[in-house]
């Protein structure tokens, strides 16, 4: 049965090889904005097709619904197989050559009979490019810089590498004279757990020198566009970057346009003609006169709304909220009173638990469980269960050391094994203060098998959370193939946590399935799986993507008192 990621990609690839074909824009547009939407859908598709309700799905129409039921079925959509007769599928990489749109494609392709991206960049080398209507030796030097500039961009950036690169330059740009403010904006500020490129607002009435600065940043390689109020760089790793420059008197106007997403500034606009007013970049327009914003708050006052958070703004629901008074109290780092999963030198980690234990209180956590790695993770020099012993009468020694200021849990982050059984038996589980259950190995195992071992694991009577239940890392590898569905039906029975890993190249619970969890009623607990005292900064990155999924206070088993927390623990043991 095919996930919503195998169903986003068909409906980008249909979307592209309509766009080669010459298909009408208000087509490719409808399964492109059908893509997203399964990509971001909290649910497997599948649910709502068995349940008779693929039209609830945003943006899925009677077409849309006619090829997923297609693709569920059978597996394959006849409509894709005839259009890969008329367009080769392997056209659909030339789209991400920068410079090179569909209709030059078409030409390249139909004149020179090529469909390889490496074929195309053969034809570029000999110079077979220039001679082709409205082509020149320029266009094929775009293309072949193009094509190099893919190779360098792996695909969109981590929102962990994005953040403090995008901070650097703010910092740099706030130094340059007659800058008022500077802010991130796009994908960035809405803390998507990865960007596509980095945007950036200033305010300054002299856009010049900010521009200046900007292309001069250290490690760019190439300036892409500047212009009077937007420039475009890309860094030697492949990194782009744009900074807008706008008035300071109309910089709320200008940060809540680029900080989108588009779909929530379109829902703003139409509030905005319901009310007379025309919503732009720059400012509102009525029939007598302008409205400029200086700040975010005055803008979305004008529209009768209170303040949305960037990281809700998504268009999933919060303009609704936002009219009706009922937007989230969203959680915040400070709440966070309990690092659940923590890795000290009794496994992997690089800090003793003494050291550990004071870095944690010192960021504010009143509780900090450890939990090194089980046996069969040999890499990570995982404990046997006799080594638990003594790192039990360790942590009651440094517990004396550290008195009040925070308490130490025994914990441990038992491995998940292949064949579904945990690493530790039952009656020693049992002696843990807590239970963090992961996988590591066979993520690849088919999508029966992998649910049914994270469904054990919750159903055993000693686990308290999952940990990065899906075992993604963003950029290296997807997550196992899970029924998620059955995975939150299991938890939300046994009440089981279930993780959002704060490491950036985790994020795992992502921030939909998170916002499914809490639909669910399904207790999530953010941790930072930390190795280093630096690792508990990550706490950040988790919090954004609780955030993101609307997550309150009360979501959170971390945010509790330690006395509710513990006598939470207690119930499960
Ligand atoms: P990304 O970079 O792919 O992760 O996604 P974003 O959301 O950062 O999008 P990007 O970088 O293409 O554009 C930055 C912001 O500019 C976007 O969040 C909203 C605004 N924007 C861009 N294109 C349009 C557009 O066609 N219409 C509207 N209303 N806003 C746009
Ligand atoms: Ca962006
Ligand atoms: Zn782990």
């Given at each position: 049965m095919m996930n919503n990621r195998q169903l986003a990609d068909t409906f980008t690839l249909i979307a592209n090889l309509s766009e080669i074909k010459g298909e009408v824009i208000y087509v490719i547009l409808a399964y492109r904005k059908a893509s997203e939407n399964l990509m971001t859908l909290g649910r497997e598709a599948s649910e709502y097709w068995k349940e008779g309700k693929l039209r609830e799905i945003p943006a899925v129409g009677k077409a849309i619904s006619e090829k997923i039921d297609e693709l569920l079925t059978t597996g394959k959509?006849?409509?894709?197989?005839?259009?890969?007769?008329?367009?080769?599928?392997?056209?659909?990489?030339?789209?991400?050559?920068?410079?090179?749109?569909?209709?030059k494609i078409s030409l390249i392709w139909r004149t020179l009979n090529i469909t390889a991206l490496s074929e195309l960049e053969t034809a570029a080398k000999n110079g077979q490019l220039r001679d082709l209507p409205g082509m020149g030796v320029?266009?094929?030097?775009?293309?072949?810089?193009?094509?190099?500039?893919?190779?360098?961009r792996s695909g969109r950036i981590p929102l962990g590498r994005a953040y403090p690169l995008a901070q650097q330059i703010i910092?740099?740009?706030?130094?340059?004279?007659?800058?008022?403010?500077a802010e991130s904006a796009g994908s960035l500020r809405r803390m998507r757990s990865t960007v596509g490129d980095l945007d950036i607002l200033v305010a300054s009435k002299d856009s010049a020198a900010v521009m200046e600065a900007f292309i001069n940043l250290p490690g760019v390689s190439r300036v892409l566009g500047k212009g009077e109020t937007k420039s475009s760089i890309e860094f030697t790793d492949g990194v782009r970057a744009q900074v807008w420059v706008h008035a300071p008197e109309k910089f709320g106007t200008a940060l809540q346009y680029a900080t989108g997403s588009k779909d929530h500034n379109v829902q703003l606009r139409q509030i905005a003609l319901a009310k007379g007013l025309s919503l732009s970049e720059h400012s509102f327009t009525r029939a007598n006169g302008e409205i400029f914003c200086a700040t975010e708050q005055e803008v979305y006052k004008t529209l009768g709304l209170p303040w949305i958070p960037p990281e809700l703004r998504e268009d999933h629901g919060e303009v609704q909220a936002a009219k009706e008074n009922k937007l989230p109290n969203l959680i915040e780092v400070k709440d966070i009173k309990a690092d659940l999963q923590t890795h000290s030198t009794w496994s992997d980690g690089k800090l003793s638990m003494l050291e550990m234990a004071q870095a944690a209180a010192k960021r504010g956590m009143k509780v900090i469980a450890f939990t090194d790695h089980s046996a069969s993770l040999g890499v990570t020099g995982g404990l046997k269960m006799e080594d638990h012993k003594k790192q039990a009468a360790e942590i009651k020694k440094i517990q004396k050391q550290l008195g009040d200021k925070i308490l130490v849990l025994h914990a441990s982050e038992v491995e998940i094994k292949a064949d579904g059984t945990l690493d530790y038996p039952d009656e020693f589980l049992a002696t843990l203060d807590l239970v963090v259950a992961s996988m590591h190995t066979s993520l690849r195992q088919t999508r029966e098998k992998v649910t049914q071992r994270t469904i054990n694991a919750i159903r055993n009577p000693h686990v308290d959370i999952i940990g990065h239940p899906t075992g993604r890392l963003i950029s290296d590898r997807e997550g196992a193939d899970l029924d998620m569905e059955a995975v939150f039906k299991a938890a939300a029975?046994?009440?089981?946590?279930?993780?959002?890993?704060?490491?950036?190249?985790?994020?795992?619970?992502?921030?939909?399935?998170?916002?499914?969890?809490?639909?669910?009623g399904i207790p999530i607990s953010i941790n930072t799986d930390s190795h280093?005292?630096?690792?508990?900064?990550?706490?950040?990155?988790?919090?954004?993507?609780?955030r993101r999924a609307w997550l309150t206070r009360d979501d959170v088993i971390n945010c509790w008192s330690t006395k509710k927390l513990l006598s939470w623990l207690n119930k499960k043991h």
């Open positions: 959509l006849e409509f894709l197989e005839k259009l890969k007769q008329e367009v080769p599928a392997s056209l659909a990489d030339w789209l991400q050559v920068p410079g090179l749109g569909p209709r320029k266009s094929e030097s775009t293309i072949l810089e193009g094509i190099a500039s893919l190779a360098r910092t740099t740009l706030k130094r340059v004279k007659g800058v008022v403010a029975e046994t009440g089981v946590a279930l993780e959002i890993n704060a490491h950036p190249s985790r994020l795992d619970l992502d921030d939909r399935y998170a916002r499914r969890a809490k639909e669910l280093s005292e630096d690792d508990f900064d990550n706490l950040f990155y988790g919090v954004a993507i609780a």
